[in-house]
C-alpha cells in the first residue's frame, strides 16, 4: 500500500491498497473521510504514484479517471482536476484545452463526459469557448496573486491582532478551564419538562422564525430576574435576546461605533471583548486594573475620549476585583459628558460567595449610558448558546431598536420558550441557589488545595464570586508554557499573560476554573501543576512577588463560608 498525504507526499509503500487524496484531482472532495486520507485499489496506484515530470497538459491526457463509485462521476473528477490546475496554474491563462473527442479518446470516456466537464467550467469562468476551441479564462489578478502568496490577511496584518490569540484550545471537559460551570449538576428532568411543555404548546408554528428581539414571555421572564436579582433597571422591551456574549459585544459595536473610534478594555481582561472590538476596527487602548478594579489613569482621561468602555465590574475576569462605588459613578459620568458608552457584561456575578450581592452598575444612577450584556452560558450550559443585551432607556428613543431587529432573526424558539418556562416555574432561581453552594464550596477546597499542595511561589486572587480563582506566580514560571504542558495531562488552566495586552512583570500566573471540576480531583491536579511549574522553572529566579508565602497564607486563612 502506498499512504500519501493530502499535499501528495508518498509516506509508505505496501501491497494492495493505496491511499488517495483530492488536491490532485482524482478524489472528489465530498468523498473524502475528515482524516484526509482515502482508499483506492491498487490498479489506480500507476496514477498517483509520482513519476517523471510531465507537464500539465501531458498528466491531463495520459492520468486515467477513477470508474469506482466512491470517487464521484468521472465528469466531476474531470471538472475538479481541470479547475485545480487552472487554479494552482499549471494551466496558464489562454491555452487552450484539448479538444471534446481527443481529450475523450484519452482518458477513455464517452465525448459526453468532456462536454459537460467543460461547459460546467464555462458556466463559472474559468474557460471561455471560442471557434478555435476551449481556452483558460484570465483570472483576475487578485487571484493570481493569492495563488502566489496564500489567503490574504484582513488590513493591518497579524501585528493589528491586539494580543496573543491561539487558534489552539484543550479539549472539552478538561480539569480547570475557566468558564464551564458544573454540568453534572445542572437539572437536566427540570429541563426536559419544559423542553416538552414548550414543544407541545408552541406546536409546529415555533419552527419558524420568531419575533428578532426573542420571544416576549422570556423578554419579560429576563426582565424580572434581573430586576430582582441585579438590581438593572429596565423594561421587558428593552431585553434583546443574543446567541451569547460574543454576539452582544458585536451588536454593541455595530450599534455605536465606526471603525477608527477608541475603546476602553480592561488589562488584564476578557480576550472576546478585545476580538469584538477588534473586528469592529476600533482602537484598543488598554486600562490596567487593581485592587478596586478598572483604575483609569490621569492619562487615560487626558487621552482622546473612548466611543465604548468595556467593563466587569461585579466581578472582574480575571482578577476577580469588584468595582468600587465611587469609581463606577466616576466612569458613568465621564461616559456622560464625553458621549461615550459602557458596556458591562455581568457574566457570572450570579454567583457571590461570602457578603451582601454586588448590584449592577446599570442600575446606580437613572438612565446610566451603561448597556449591560449576559450570558446563560455561565448558570445554565454553554451549548444553550443564549445570552442577552439590555438597551438603556436613551437608546430605545432612537433607530438602535429597529437595527437590532435587522440584525437578529428570532431563532432557537423552542428553546427561549422552554427557558422562559424554566424562570417563570421557579427551576432557574433554584438551580442558581444549589450552584452558589456548590461552588462556595468547590472554591473554599481549591484554596485549601492550593495552600497545601502547591510548592513553588504563589499568590491567590480571585474574589469570593464566580467559577474562578487566580494563581500568580513569578516571572521565573512561565505562566504560557505550563498551560501547554498541562494540556497533555488534560488540564486546561489559563495563562494570566495570555489574557494581558501590555503584559507587566506581575502579569504572569494560571487562571483555574473550579465550576466542572469535583472537589476530590484537586489534590492531584494542583500536585501536577506544581510539578510542571517545578521542572518549567526559568533562571535566575525573578522576584515579582516578595515575602509570597506569607501573602499566599493569609489569602488562605480569611475565606470564610
Request: with cysteine; aromatic share 6%; net charge positive.
Amino acid at each position: 500500500m502506498c499512504i500519501v498525504s493530502s499535499s501528495g507526499v508518498c509516506l509508505q509503500s505496501r501491497t494492495g491498497w493505496l491511499v488517495g487524496f483530492y488536491n490532485s484531482g482524482l478524489v472528489a472532495p465530498e468523498k473524502v473521510p475528515q482524516n484526509g486520507y482515502l482508499l483506492v485499489p491498487q490498479e489506480r496506484q500507476a496514477a498517483m504514484t509520482p513519476e517523471e515530470p510531465k507537464s500539465a497538459m501531458q498528466r491531463l491526457l495520459e492520468e486515467p479517471l477513477l470508474r469506482e463509485r466512491c470517487f464521484g462521476s468521472m465528469q466531476h473528477q474531470l471538472y475538479l482536476r481541470l479547475k485545480a490546475a487552472i487554479l494552482d496554474g499549471r494551466l496558464l491563462p489562454g491555452s487552450r484545452l484539448p479538444g471534446a473527442r481527443a481529450l475523450a479518446e484519452s482518458l477513455s470516456v464517452s465525448r459526453n463526459t468532456v462536454t459537460a466537464a467543460y461547459d460546467g467550467l464555462a458556466a463559472e469562468g474559468y474557460v471561455r469557448p471560442d471557434r478555435r476551441g476551449t481556452r483558460v479564462a484570465i483570472l483576475s489578478p487578485a487571484t493570481a496573486a493569492s495563488r502566489q502568496e496564500g489567503w490574504p490577511l484582513p488590513s493591518g496584518g497579524p501585528a493589528a491582532v491586539p494580543g496573543p490569540f491561539s487558534v489552539t484550545r484543550p479539549r472539552a471537559g478538561s480539569a480547570f478551564r475557566p468558564g464551564d460551570p458544573a454540568l453534572s449538576h445542572f437539572p437536566l428532568a427540570a429541563w426536559r419538562r419544559a423542553v416538552d411543555h414548550a414543544m407541545r404548546d408552541a406546536g409546529p408554528s415555533a419552527l419558524g422564525y420568531g419575533p428578532p428581539g426573542g420571544e416576549p414571555t422570556l423578554r419579560m421572564a429576563i426582565a424580572h430576574h434581573l430586576s430582582v436579582s441585579r438590581g438593572v433597571r429596565c423594561r421587558p422591551e428593552q431585553v434583546f435576546v443574543t446567541d451569547g456574549t460574543q454576539q452582544a459585544l458585536a451588536l454593541c459595536v455595530r450599534l455605536l461605533s465606526t471603525p477608527g473610534d477608541t475603546a476602553w478594555v480592561e488589562d488584564p481582561g476578557y480576550r472576546g471583548a478585545r476580538a469584538a472590538m477588534h473586528a469592529g476596527g476600533l482602537l484598543i487602548r488598554p486600562i490596567r486594573t487593581d485592587a478596586e478594579g478598572m483604575a483609569v489613569s490621569r492619562d487615560d482621561y487626558a487621552s482622546p475620549a473612548p466611543r465604548l468602555i468595556y467593563a466587569t465590574p461585579s466581578h472582574q475576569y480575571p482578577t476577580g476585583a469588584v468595582l468600587t462605588v465611587a469609581r463606577r459613578l466616576e466612569l458613568i459620568e465621564y461616559a456622560r459628558s464625553h458621549e461615550a458608552w459602557i458596556i458591562e457584561d455581568d457574566y457570572d456575578s450570579e454567583f457571590r460567595h461570602a457578603g451582601a450581592p454586588v448590584g449592577a452598575m446599570q442600575g446606580l444612577v437613572d438612565d446610566a449610558p451603561v448597556l449591560y450584556i449576559g450570558t446563560f452560558s455561565k448558570t445554565l450550559f454553554p451549548s444553550l448558546g443564549m445570552g442577552f443585551l439590555v438597551l438603556p432607556a436613551r437608546l430605545m428613543a432612537t433607530d438602535a431598536p429597529a437595527l437590532l431587529e435587522e440584525l437578529l432573526r428570532g431563532s432557537q424558539r423552542h428553546q427561549q420558550l422552554a427557558l422562559a418556562g424554566f424562570m417563570e416555574t421557579g427551576q432557574f432561581s433554584r438551580h442558581l441557589r444549589r450552584m452558589r453552594r456548590l461552588y462556595r464550596d468547590r472554591q473554599q477546597a481549591l484554596r485549601e488545595a492550593l495552600s497545601r499542595e502547591m510548592t513553588v511561589p504563589c499568590e491567590v486572587a480571585g474574589g469570593h464570586g464566580g467559577m474562578h480563582l487566580l494563581v500568580r506566580l513569578p516571572g521565573c514560571y512561565p505562566d504560557q508554557q505550563i498551560v501547554e504542558a498541562a494540556w497533555r495531562y488534560h488540564i486546561a488552566p489559563a495563562a494570566l499573560s495570555a489574557n494581558t495586552l501590555h503584559p507587566r512583570p506581575g502579569d504572569n500566573g494560571l487562571i483555574l476554573g473550579y465550576g466542572n471540576t469535583p472537589e476530590d480531583r484537586f489534590v492531584p491536579l494542583i500536585q501536577r501543576l506544581s510539578m510542571l511549574a517545578a521542572g518549567l522553572r526559568l533562571s535566575p529566579p525573578a522576584t515579582d512577588f516578595p515575602g509570597i508565602h506569607e501573602s499566599f497564607s493569609s489569602v488562605n486563612t480569611d475565606f470564610t463560608v
